[in-house]
């Protein structure tokens, strides 16, 4: 169940659903689209009852209301590659930047990053390239989570990243690395990263507090009281060159 990824979805669900009309998920649901106020970015490999359960935590623990516009690619963007009347190639609509734009327009809720178990988002070249945006823009980006199968352990071991080694699409790759380097480099993203990693280290911390005080034991065979006990310092965490 946990293999089950963004591109299965998309392949069994989304296309099936909104080939030959034109238009995404998103629309179909509402064909009066307001500003996006918060930009999920993800991996499309990566498991996705794990990012439902991250999705859910936004309102659980970052108090985003329920009625927030999210921006969240496979939903927002025409998937089916067809010749349906006004429907977009997907290189076409990678052409008109859609991820910068959302970026640029300054999300009210800024930019939300998940992490799962099952993929390491930062060996994805775009989603690298959206943090890229997200320090030019000046925008917040918080790591996200399933907190029901992390452990402060698991998530010790992913903090940092070596973004100048992500794959993309080679199409792609060319653009995207010219963008980062013209702005600063691998290297100050990688440090970014590690900060919003950080943040996120010390919500799962809370997170798992809450679940003991709650008397409900949530990462499978772990211990969680030793997990937090153990729980690493700043020094331990910390970004070098």
């Known amino acids: 169940e946990d293999n089950i990824c963004m591109h299965d979805i998309n392949a069994h669900f989304v296309i099936p659903w909104t080939e030959g009309k034109g238009c995404s998920i998103a629309l179909l649901f509402d064909q009066a689209p307001e500003k996006v106020e918060l930009m999920i970015s993800h991996s499309w490999s990566a498991s996705v009852r794990q990012t439902y359960n991250a999705l859910n935590s936004l309102s659980l623990m970052h108090l985003i209301p329920m009625e927030t516009r999210v921006f969240f690619c496979t939903l927002c963007q025409y998937q089916p590659g067809d010749d349906a009347q006004l429907g977009l190639s997907i290189q076409a609509q990678l052409e008109m930047q859609p991820f910068s734009q959302v970026i640029k327009n300054k999300p009210k809720f800024g930019m939300f990053v998940i992490h799962t178990l099952i ?4 060996t994805r070249l775009w989603c ?3 943090v890229n945006e997200g ?8 790591g996200l989570f399933d907190p029901t199968v992390w452990t402060l352990s698991a998530f010790k071991k992913m903090m940092k ?10 199409n792609d790759r060319n653009d995207l690395v010219r963008k980062i380097e013209a702005q600063g480099g691998f290297w100050r993203l990688d440090k970014a990263i590690l900060q919003f990693r950080k943040e996120a280290f ?29 729980t690493p310092s700043d020094d331990d965490i910390s970004y070098s060159a």
């Open 161 to 170: 990243v070596d973004t100048k080694v992500a794959q993309c699409h080679p």
């Open 119 to 122: 993929s390491e988002v930062y």
């Open 135 to 142: 320090l030019h823009a000046k925008i917040e980006m918080t």
């Open 202 to 230: 010390r919500d799962l911390k809370s997170a798992l507090k809450m679940k003991i005080l709650l008397g409900v034991q949530v990462v499978g065979n772990d211990d969680i009281k030793e997990d937090i006990a153990e």
């Open 128 to 130: 690298v390239f959206e």
